[in-house]
């Protein structure tokens, strides 16, 4: 995808223009650091080590992808945050679809966001991706909730979704959701040993020189084989906020701007469906 220019008045415009979405006071508490970094394969720039404090966030940051954030992220210094969040999303942000398959019928999704409190979105560094996590704040954190996303006819159109059960010791280590029917059938949640997806979905953060310090955070859902990790899609955005009255240093990500390049323009989760279906074409085909 190609980027077109995006002037740091349009950026204060889309900042001004977004709903309130802020708490009505912000609390006082000491905010999160990040306290040891380690170098991955997946990302030039050494990332938060609790960003691979777990299995999949292991795995997640180990992905190499075709076109990796450059090592030089353009960020001079002088910048304001607006003119560097222009640049990151002129230079890097889009949606890269590099293989499509069809007819599939679900996936795994390998790294199911926590939901964040209001305080976790009030705090510069606690999140890894907030722009995407945020999402995640507006549904229940239940397995059918997310699973809505993905399986809900005729708007979200696979048959199912896999996730992996946190401290599984192997034995019924997967949950698959399926069978939702709005207003007619619940979602149905087994727990099964073995796989039926051949596809994954998995998030991250980009880490890039000074963008907390300056209220970006970046983020890449990425579809890959669980053959052979071959990355078949990626969409890479760019969160800004430090603009909210009420809360510390102006930071809540939950209104946070996209990149205005980005396809995804709102925080309903209907946005990450669309990103995947455009490269796994779902097996009920498209909405009649």
């Not at 966030?57 to 210094?77: E, L, M, Q, T, W």
């Not at 890449?220 to 240093?249: C, M, S």
């Not at 990149?259 to 209907?270: E, F, L, T, V, Y």
């Amino acid at each position: 995808m190609s980027s077109k220019f995006v002037s740091c008045s349009a950026i204060l415009a889309l900042l001004a223009a977004i709903p309130a979405l802020c708490p009505a006071q912000a609390p006082q508490r000491p905010p999160h650091r990040w306290t040891e970094f380690v170098q991955v394969e997946g990302q030039p720039e050494p990332v938060p080590a609790e960003w691979v404090s777990t299995p999949e966030g292991k795995f997640a940051h180990s992905i190499r992808i075709p076109n990796p954030v450059p090592k030089d992220s353009g960020y001079r210094p002088g910048m304001t945050s607006e003119q560097y969040f222009a640049h990151l999303c002129k230079a890097e942000a889009g949606e890269f679809i590099f293989k499509t398959v069809e007819n599939v019928e679900g996936f795994y999704f390998m790294r199911p966001p926590k939901r964040p409190t209001d305080d976790d979105l009030m705090d510069r560094y606690k999140l890894e991706a907030p722009e995407i996590e945020r999402t995640f704040q507006l549904r229940k954190a239940l397995p059918e909730e997310r699973a809505k996303i993905f399986v809900n006819p005729p708007w979200a159109r696979y048959r199912f979704v896999e996730e992996p059960i946190p401290g599984a010791d192997g034995t019924n280590s997967y949950l698959r959701i399926h069978g939702y029917l709005q207003n007619k059938t619940p979602m149905v949640v087994d727990q099964v040993t073995r796989q039926r997806s051949s596809y994954g979905l998995i998030w991250r953060g980009i880490k890039r020189p000074n963008d907390r310090e300056f209220n970006i955070a970046g983020s890449e859902w990425i579809v890959f084989d669980l053959k052979n990790a071959e990355v078949i899609a990626i969409q890479r955005d760019y969160g800004l906020t430090g603009r909210t009255p009420n809360t510390q240093q102006g930071i809540w990500w939950l209104n946070a701007v996209n990149c205005p390049n980005s396809p995804s323009k709102h925080i309903r989760g209907i946005r990450f469906y669309e990103f995947v279906s455009r490269s796994l074409k779902p097996t009920l085909g498209d909405k009649k």
